[in-house]
């Protein structure tokens, strides 16, 4: 695969288009399977994961004439792409990480990724841009026959898809809805939101950072149960859900407008202000600043850019998208420089057609 | 061996599997309580709490002999002991839901209040998974006679394992 050429693409999941997209970000679901003739990857061999690999590809592979698929050795690849693959969301910072055989199979303009050898033998992974989790449903449940159609895959009558760890086995299904919360946090809410959902046996977690204090404001929230419910159930769990938490996000942002509009105009300007002109900045600081921003081009305080570019803007002013897009690898305070720049070039030019500065 | 939280014996050993390393604690039924109790708020927070679950199952009504025996406990197909899976929270096989049936099943009680599967199932591969889970036996028999030096063992093993290949 053409690293190079990727950097310049984006995903569809990106284009910030799909249902309720000003709060829902991403829908993504990801299915656990195994190979009936091999150990999990905990007892596995440098052998036997060799063999997996070898096996899950091929066939893999043969779905490639009804879904398109382009492979990539991630054991073979440099730790900068592995990174770039983790900050594409193609595979997990665990499978980047491990060491031995494994791949992954990406296809459908990165709405479908295959990884093979990650916890389990094979983990099946859609993403959709916006709140569109049915379709999601539909077309990861169709690329999972296809693949049944080739291997198969350790089942058991009473228990379901077994794998590697209890807490996926059953459907081996997690549902994931990615939120942009900012008027949530800023009002002190999300805690609150956290709690309730936990008690519905639903997990959430920040999409980058632990806990309440994810960067960007971005939370994924996913079922916890695997057993014992249909997988149209467990989408409807998670399904059920978001419209309420949509709701409760929009309320906060009417508040904050009435109560404060003076504040939030503020806070969103200064933001975009500070993009627009930092000569130096983390990656902390700009999710931070970008967050604001968005929610400020989804309430009309902002108009001249478009939240397709604010979405781009999170995932390209990542360590591993910048060294990629720049060509070479740079350190901590060079990135940072690197970072300042792409991210004027991109905020100013809708304005003038041209870099300022 | 004394309580790490006062002078009493320590009567629950748990193995809390969250964070980086798995960490062991031994209390007393007081301080067992209280810890499980506080690690539950805490930790409803985290990922699928596996070892808060795994902790609260094990350590609920277990002496330190009965877990003793219970980690020593092994699959015949891939060699994982139970205290291995309870270190790494990994399963080694697909048989291991099986000989370890007993033990999981309060698990799965705990993180997903059920233990019978209700949605999908692969059309095509039925009734043929004991066969599978023998491969997975005879290669790994097969690997270990070749460490032994035992050849003859390994090759009637490499004929068996291709008939089972073959026949499916």
């Known amino acids: ?357 | 061996m004394k309580c790490q939280r006062c002078e009493k014996p320590a009567t629950f050993h748990i193995t809390e599997l969250t964070g980086g390393k798995p960490q062991e604690l031994h209390l007393c039924e007081q301080h067992a309580r209280e810890y499980l109790t506080e690690s539950d708020a805490e930790t409803a927070a985290a990922t699928p709490s596996l070892a808060g679950a795994l902790a609260h199952h094990l350590a609920v009504g277990q002496t330190a002999e009965e877990l003793a025996r219970l980690d020593q406990q092994s699959c015949p197909i891939c060699g994982i002991t139970f205290f291995e899976f309870r270190n790494q929270g990994r399963l080694g096989c697909p048989h291991d839901y099986v000989c370890f049936q007993k033990e999981l099943e309060p698990l799965l009680v705990n993180i997903h209040g059920e233990t019978v599967h209700v949605g999908k199932r692969p059309r095509r591969s039925k009734g043929n998974t004991d066969s599978q889970t023998e491969l997975i036996r005879m290669r790994r028999e097969m690997k270990e006679a070749i460490q032994r030096e035992e050849y003859e063992k390994a090759s009637k093993l490499r004929d068996d394992i291709r008939k089972v290949e073959e026949g499916k």
């Not at chain 1, 061999?45 to 060799?50: C, M």
């Not at chain 1, 993009?275 to 989804?298: D, P, Y």
């Open chain 1, 1 to 357: 695969m053409d690293f190079a050429s990727l950097a310049r693409t984006s995903g569809e999941w990106l284009r910030g288009a799909g249902p309720e997209s000003d709060i829902v970000m991403s829908s993504r679901i990801r299915l656990a399977r195994n190979l009936a003739d091999f150990p999990f990857i905990s007892r596995a061999n440098a052998g036997d994961r060799a063999e997996i690999e070898r096996i899950l590809r091929e066939r893999v592979m043969k779905v490639h004439e009804s879904v398109d698929l382009t492979y990539v050795d991630v054991n073979d690849l440099q730790g900068i792409d592995r990174q770039f693959l983790v900050e594409r969301q193609l595979i997990s910072r665990e499978h980047a990480d491990s060491e031995g055989a494994r791949g992954v199979a990406i296809g459908n303009n990165e709405q479908v990724s295959l990884m093979i050898n990650e916890e389990d033998h094979l983990r099946i992974q859609v993403i959709h841009s916006g709140f569109d989790l049915s379709a999601a449903w539909d077309q990861i449940n169709r690329i999972d026959d296809l693949v049944e159609g080739q291997v198969t895959y350790a089942f058991s009558d009473k228990l379901g898809y077994l794998t590697a760890c209890p807490t996926n086995v059953g459907t081996g299904m997690r549902v994931s809805v990615m939120l942009h919360l900012p008027a949530l946090v800023i009002t002190r809410q999300i805690d609150k939101l956290f709690r309730s959902l936990q008690k519905i046996s639903l997990a959430v977690r920040g999409l980058y950072g632990e806990g309440s204090q994810a960067m960007g404001d971005f939370y994924q929230i996913s079922n916890q149960i695997t057993l014992g419910r249909s997988e149209p159930d467990l989408v409807k769990q998670v399904g059920d859900v978001v419209p309420t938490i949509i709701d409760y996000e929009r309320k906060a942002r009417e508040f904050l407008i009435r109560e404060s509009q003076e504040n939030l105009h503020d806070r969103v300007s200064r933001a975009y202000g500070i993009l627009r002109t930092a000569q130096t900045i983390s990656s902390e600081e700009t999710m931070h600043l970008l967050s604001s921003v968005r929610m400020g081009v989804n309430l009309g305080l902002i108009h001249d850019l478009e939240i397709p570019t604010v979405n781009k803007l999170f995932i390209y002013t990542q360590p591993a998208h910048l060294q990629k897009l720049t060509g070479g690898e740079l350190d901590s305070a060079d990135r940072n420089i690197e970072r300042a720049r792409y991210l004027r070039r991109h905020l100013n030019k809708e304005e003038d057609g041209r870099e300022k500065n």
